[in-house]
Each structure stands twice: as structure tokens, then as C-alpha cells.
């Protein structure tokens, strides 16, 4: 009986492994939003505080990597620039990790902006700028994954003499532009939602 050599596929087919390990993503994530799959356990409140905040650091700690990452390759430096981007991908995965977690175990929070708070008089304006960047880093994160990928599973199959060769160049640098776009947002939504203004559950 014939066997598959998972590398070898992959290698020569990598949009294909591409779009199986989008559809997993798409479906853990959706699986947690909608609560069909009991993967998580119930996590209590000052949990879902500290999984905000261990959120916030890796997703900080992965926009650094990502971005020394694209620096090294500018230099031309493959090696730095291949443990750079398997680092910030290996984050990314930690973050996965923990949003999904968050979300099947606990709650999500909604911005609240009291009197007193810094631009409370322009509240409305405020919020609308929030939901704005929340909802830019929500499409980025979405759109991104089969990108990020896509440029993953060329970088893991194929050496890097043969990488030119591939789309990963274009696809690297479309993925770094929609990957560190959406952290940032993320780190900054964090802050505003944490620690310049108020939340309730929801």
C-alpha cells in the first residue's frame, strides 16, 4: 500500500496544504465563537484578565520578531530572517491558543468610556474610532491566515536558494504588511479597552 510523504506533498504542493491548514483555522475558530466544540475549559474571571493580558504581551513580543524578521531579510540575512518569522509564527500560534481559550471559556469584553476618561467628551467619536481599528485588525487577522501560511509552508519545504523562485517573496511581504498592521491594532485596542478606558462583559 502506497504511503504519502507528508514533506515531499507539501513541497510540491503547497497551496494545497496551504488550504486544508486554513480550513482547521477558520473552523477552531469558528468552533470557538459559536461554542459547538467543547475544547475549553471554563476559565473564571481573573483568568480571562490574565489571558488579556498574556494575549497583549505575545502579540507585542510577535510584532517585534515579525518586523526584525522583514529587517533581516532586507539585509539579506536568510538565517536570522527564517528563526525571526518561525518565532513570530510559533507567537502567533501561542496567541491562538489563548484567544480561542478565552472566547470557548470565558467572555469578551465591550468598551465602556465614563466621565472623566481621557476624550470622554468626544465618547462617540472615541468608540467609533475603537470599533473602527478593531474591526481593521479582525479583517487583517482573518484575511491574513492563509497567507501567512502560504509563505510558512514554502519557507519550511523549500531551501532557501529556491525560495526566489517561489511566490513566497511576494507572499512574505504581503503577509508581513497585513500581519504586523493587525497586531498593532491589537495592541492598541488592548490598551484603550484595558487601561485607558472601561469594559463591561458581553
Given at each position: 500500500?502506497?504511503?504519502?510523504?507528508?514533506?515531499?506533498?507539501?513541497?510540491?504542493?503547497?497551496?494545497?496544504?496551504?488550504?486544508?491548514?486554513?480550513?482547521?483555522?477558520?473552523?477552531?475558530?469558528?468552533?470557538?465563537?459559536?461554542?459547538l466544540l467543547p475544547l475549553f475549559p471554563e476559565l473564571s474571571r481573573e483568568t480571562v484578565l490574565l489571558f488579556s493580558d498574556a494575549i497583549a504581551v505575545v502579540?507585542?513580543?510577535?510584532?517585534?520578531?515579525?518586523?526584525?524578521?522583514?529587517?533581516?531579510?532586507?539585509?539579506?540575512?536568510?538565517?536570522?530572517?527564517?528563526?525571526?518569522?518561525?518565532?513570530?509564527?510559533?507567537?502567533?500560534?501561542?496567541?491562538?491558543?489563548?484567544?480561542?481559550?478565552?472566547?470557548?471559556?470565558?467572555?469578551?469584553?465591550?468598551?465602556?468610556?465614563?466621565?472623566?476618561?481621557?476624550?470622554?467628551?468626544?465618547?462617540?467619536?472615541?468608540?467609533?474610532?475603537?470599533?473602527?481599528?478593531?474591526?481593521?485588525?479582525?479583517?487583517?487577522?482573518?484575511?491574513?491566515?492563509?497567507?501567512?501560511?502560504?509563505?510558512?509552508?514554502?519557507?519550511?519545504?523549500?531551501?532557501?536558494?529556491?525560495?526566489?523562485?517561489?511566490?513566497?517573496?511576494?507572499?512574505?511581504?504581503?503577509?508581513?504588511?497585513?500581519?504586523?498592521?493587525?497586531?498593532?491594532?491589537?495592541?492598541?485596542?488592548?490598551?484603550?479597552?484595558?487601561?485607558?478606558?472601561?469594559?463591561?462583559?458581553?
Amino acid at each position: 500500500m502506497a504511503t504519502v510523504d507528508a514533506p515531499r506533498y507539501a513541497y510540491e504542493h503547497p497551496r494545497r496544504v496551504t488550504a486544508v491548514l486554513s480550513v482547521i483555522g477558520y473552523a477552531l475558530v469558528a468552533s470557538a465563537f459559536a461554542d459547538l466544540l467543547p475544547l475549553f475549559p471554563e476559565l473564571s474571571r481573573e483568568t480571562v484578565l490574565l489571558f488579556s493580558d498574556a494575549i497583549a504581551v505575545v502579540n507585542s513580543i510577535a510584532l517585534l520578531t515579525l518586523l526584525a524578521g522583514a529587517a533581516f531579510i532586507k539585509r539579506g540575512d536568510v538565517r536570522k530572517h527564517r528563526a525571526a518569522m518561525l518565532a513570530a509564527f510559533a507567537l502567533i500560534c501561542v496567541f491562538l491558543v489563548l484567544y480561542l481559550w478565552k472566547v470557548g471559556g470565558g467572555f469578551e469584553k465591550g468598551i465602556v468610556i465614563e466621565e472623566g476618561q481621557f476624550l470622554a467628551a468626544y465618547a462617540g467619536t472615541v468608540k467609533l474610532a475603537y470599533l473602527a481599528m478593531l474591526a481593521v485588525h479582525i479583517l487583517l487577522s482573518v484575511l491574513a491566515v492563509p497567507v501567512v501560511l502560504h509563505a510558512v509552508v514554502l519557507g519550511l519545504t523549500h531551501d532557501p536558494s529556491e525560495l526566489v523562485d517561489t511566490s513566497h517573496p511576494t507572499v512574505g511581504r504581503i503577509a508581513v504588511a497585513a500581519w504586523s498592521t493587525s497586531l498593532f491594532l491589537g495592541v492598541v485596542t488592548y490598551w484603550m479597552l484595558n487601561h485607558v478606558y472601561s469594559w463591561a462583559p458581553r
